[in-house]
């Protein structure tokens, strides 16, 4: 006879039913991308779009999208301009969902030009990216309340240089039932033990810097958190998740979905930081569920009810990514 499955963990918070859910694309929709972080590889660009065509969607491709900042090359455009472009996109009702181009930095200069109380008032969308993207969609969720995708972006190249992953962006967008259960070949458990939440989180030093603005929420209790990161150092993955743990942000967390890692270190010095820190929060956390920096990932939604099951090594939805 199989074992029973290990309980559920709870938390002092429990999970309500998940954030609104924009619609899912079908063909025709206008998609949106945008450049709030660092410029754009044009021939990337290029090549995102063309997988939206073959889609049957019409990629719409912000002003300022191929600009540099004057003086700050690191920015794609200024921060007015790479502003403006998030705004016009979500606010144009003809617009389905806004896809980042691609991360890097500059999204914190961006988030507090906008006028949220008009982003608020527009029909809801899906905005789709990572990384960099995570400060705007930690954003999104506490302000607008809406579901976001931690998904691949336009000009990224696991985008436009491997197929699953553009397959699953893909049908996560138009058939998102089909992509309830998420895995990866390397999940397994670095904690074991099964747990239900709201998911969040996403880029872990982004997570961090952002404690203490307006956005930051006061705690991820009653989530299933989502993070990963690239090109920092195990010490400084320490320090990251030290931060967060000092500031209350992982108070009352129900489970944690561990992606890659991409030029971090040595697998096994991460995962001797991951069990120092997040070992006694007595929570369930699944090793690499394969989402975020790697050359091949997962779209993984924010705002949705799941359960983590570590052993497995899965993360199933309750409900679809998009309504």
Not at 145 to 152: D, E, H, I, R, S
Not at 227 to 246: M, S
Not at 260 to 284: H, K, N, Q, T, Y
């Amino acid at each position: 006879m199989a074992a029973p499955p290990t309980p559920l963990s709870t938390s002092p918070r429990p999970a309500d039913g998940g954030l609104t859910r924009p619609r899912r694309l079908v063909p025709g929709d206008r998609v949106a991308l945008v450049a709030p972080s660092g410029p754009i590889d044009p021939g990337r660009l290029e090549a995102g779009c063309a997988i939206l065509r073959s889609w049957g969607l019409e990629p719409v491709v912000g002003a300022h999208v191929l600009d540099t900042h004057p003086t700050l090359g690191h920015f794609a455009g200024t921060d007015a301009d790479r502003a403006a472009d998030f705004r016009d996109a979500w606010l144009d009702p003809g617009i389905a969902a806004v896809l980042y181009a691609r991360g890097g930095y500059g999204s914190q200069q961006v988030v507090d030009l906008l006028d949220w109380d008009a982003l608020r008032a527009a029909p809801p969308k899906v905005l789709i990216g990572f990384s960099d993207a995570t400060v705007l969609q930690e954003t999104i969720a506490q302000r607008l309340g809406l579901v976001t995708l931690y998904g691949p972006m336009g000009a990224a190249s696991s985008f436009v240089g491997d197929g699953p992953t553009a397959e699953h962006l893909r049908q996560t967008l138009f058939d998102p039932a089909a992509v309830l259960t998420l895995t990866g070949p390397d999940a397994g458990p670095l904690i074991p033990g099964r747990a239900r939440g709201i998911t969040a989180g996403g880029c872990a030093s982004l997570l961090a810097v952002e404690r203490g603005t307006p956005g930051a929420r006061p705690s991820f209790a009653g989530t299933i958190l989502l993070l990963e990161d690239v090109n920092e150092h195990p010490y400084r993955l320490d320090r990251i998740l030290t931060q967060l743990l000092r500031s209350g942000a992982l108070d009352g967390v129900n489970g944690v979905a561990l992606g890659s890692w991409e030029g971090c270190g040595p697998p096994d010095r991460i995962r001797d930081v991951m069990l120092a820190r997040l070992g006694p929060l007595g929570v369930p956390v699944l090793w690499e569920l394969g989402f975020g920096h790697g050359p091949s990932t997962l779209t993984v939604p924010l705002g949705v009810p799941a359960v983590l099951d570590a052993d497995a090594g899965t993360l199933t939805l309750d409900v679809p990514a998009l309504a």
